[in-house]
């Protein structure tokens, strides 16, 4: 066992950032909404931009921690994919939801709350999978001291 694998943290940096600029173009119907120039929900608006933002960053944050984080390489692409599942899921979620004006909270019609409903369990389960390794290996890198 390991540091992450250089390419799959440079990775995770440049899936970060895709998904950051996916949040900050949710941004432009956010601030339509919020002049008055679209209709829509400002909530939903405001959760999609930062979705994506916040889950780039994320994905960012332990791309570049990466060197401290031991684990197999198996745990290592868990990682990797749990959280490209839990940045794209949230994001794509959040402006299919924000445009369609569904939430999400349950596995009902119409299609687009279906689609929603998934993409977020999907993201939900991804973050946890990232973020339970993440810590794992944190801890083990932790507990051998170097």
């Known amino acids: ?58 994905m960012i944050a332990v791309g570049a921690a990466g060197g401290l984080i031991t684990l197999g390489p198996a745990q290592a692409r868990w990682l990797w994919a749990g959280y490209l599942l839990a940045g794209y899921g949230n994001v794509i979620a959040s402006v299919i939801a924000a445009t369609y004006g569904v939430r999400g909270l349950a596995l009902e019609p119409p299609p687009s709350n279906v689609v929603v409903f998934l993409l977020f369990t999907a993201a939900i389960v991804g973050v946890f999978v990232g973020l339970w390794l993440t810590a794992a290996g944190a801890f083990r890198r932790a507990a051998r001291g170097t």
């Open 1 to 58: 066992m390991e540091a992450l694998d250089p390419r799959l943290r440079a990775s995770l940096v440049a899936h970060g950032v895709i998904v950051i600029v996916l949040g900050l173009l949710a941004g432009f119907p956010f601030a339509l909404v919020i002049t008055g120039g679209l209709q829509g929900d400002l909530r939903a608006w405001r959760m999609a931009h930062m979705e994506g933002v916040l889950n780039g960053l994320t």
